[in-house]
T-cell receptor, first 117, second 111 residues
Framework: DGGITQSPKYLFRKEGQNVTLSCEQNLNHDAMYWYRQDPGQGLRLIYYSQIVNDFQKGDIAEGYSVSREKKESFPLTVTSAQKNPTAFYLC????????????????FGAGSRLTVL | EDQVTQSPEALRLQEGESSSLNCSYTVSGLRGLFWYRQDPGKGPEFLFTLYSAGEEKEKERLKATLTKKESFLHITAPKPEDSATYLCAVFGSGNTGKLIFGQGTTLQVKP
C-alpha cells in the first residue's frame, strides 16, 4: 500500500543533541513537507521541498535542517539550536499544484513525538 | 496575511446530538479549503476539499459547506467514534504551495 512512513514514532533527546526524524514516501509525490504540532495550536510549517535537491524554509525553520537527495525521502534534523523541540512532528507529501481546479491533497504520515529530557 | 480560525476549540455532544464546526478564513485567491480528521497520536486523515463558494460535500454523518468567508462541518447524529480533532486548512494563490491550518476543534461524543 502507498503511504508515508515516519520513524521513530517516539524519540527522546538530551540537551545539546541533534536528532534526525525519518520520512519516506512511496506515493511518487514530488512535494514533501514537515509540520510541527503543539497542543492547542495548528500545524506549523517547518520546511518544504517541491523537487529533489531543493527546499524552502517554512514559518518556523530556525533550529531545524533538512535534505532532499531522493524523491522518496525528506529527513528532518532537530538541532541543538532549537530551544523548545518537544512536539509532535508530521511529515506530508502531495503532487505539486497542477491545473486550475484546485490544489492536490496532502497525505500525512503517522507522526513522530520528540521529547527533550 | 492568510489566516484560518476554527471555533469552538472544544465541543462535547451527546450521541445523536447534531452540531456544526466553524472555519473562518482570510486568504488571497482561495484555491482549496481542506478538512482533516486527526485521532490522538496519529497523523491527520483527509476528509474533504472544497474549491468554490456554494460547494457542498458529504461523507456518512459529515457534510462540509463553503462560503466566501467560512466553511462549516456539519455532524448529523454523531456517534462516539466521531470523537476526534477536526482540522481546517486553506491553500491560496499567494501561498506558493503551503497549506495554512487552523488550530482545530476537538470533538467528544458521549454515548
Amino acid at each position: 500500500d502507498g503511504g508515508i512512513t515516519q520513524s521513530p514514532k517516539y524519540l527522546f533527546r538530551k540537551e545539546g543533541q541533534n536528532v534526525t526524524l525519518s520520512c519516506e514516501q512511496n506515493l511518487n509525490h514530488d512535494a514533501m513537507y514537515w509540520y510541527r504540532q503543539d497542543p492547542g495550536q495548528g500545524l506549523r510549517l517547518i520546511y518544504y521541498s517541491q523537487i529533489v535537491n531543493d527546499f524552502q524554509k517554512g514559518d518556523i525553520a530556525e533550529g531545524y535542517s533538512v535534505s532532499r537527495e531522493k524523491k522518496e525521502s525528506f529527513p528532518l534534523t532537530v538541532t541543538s539550536a532549537q530551544k523548545n523541540p518537544t512536539a509532535f512532528y508530521l511529515c506530508a507529501s502531495n503532487s505539486p499544484w497542477a491545473g486550475s481546479t484546485g490544489a492536490n491533497v496532502l497525505t500525512f504520515g503517522a507522526g513522530s513525538r520528540l521529547t527533550v529530557l | 496575511e492568510d489566516q484560518v480560525t476554527q471555533s469552538p476549540e472544544a465541543l462535547r455532544l451527546q450521541e445523536g446530538e447534531s452540531s456544526s464546526l466553524n472555519c473562518s478564513y482570510t486568504v488571497s485567491g482561495l484555491r482549496g479549503l481542506f478538512w482533516y480528521r486527526q485521532d490522538p497520536g496519529k497523523g491527520p486523515e483527509f476528509l474533504f476539499t472544497l474549491y468554490s463558494a456554494g460547494e457542498e460535500k458529504e461523507k456518512e454523518r459529515l457534510k462540509a459547506t463553503l462560503t466566501k468567508k467560512e466553511s462549516f462541518l456539519h455532524i448529523t447524529a454523531p456517534k462516539p467514534e466521531d470523537s476526534a480533532t477536526y482540522l481546517c486548512a486553506v491553500f491560496g494563490s499567494g501561498n506558493t504551495g503551503k497549506l495554512i491550518f487552523g488550530q482545530g476543534t476537538t470533538l467528544q461524543v458521549k454515548p
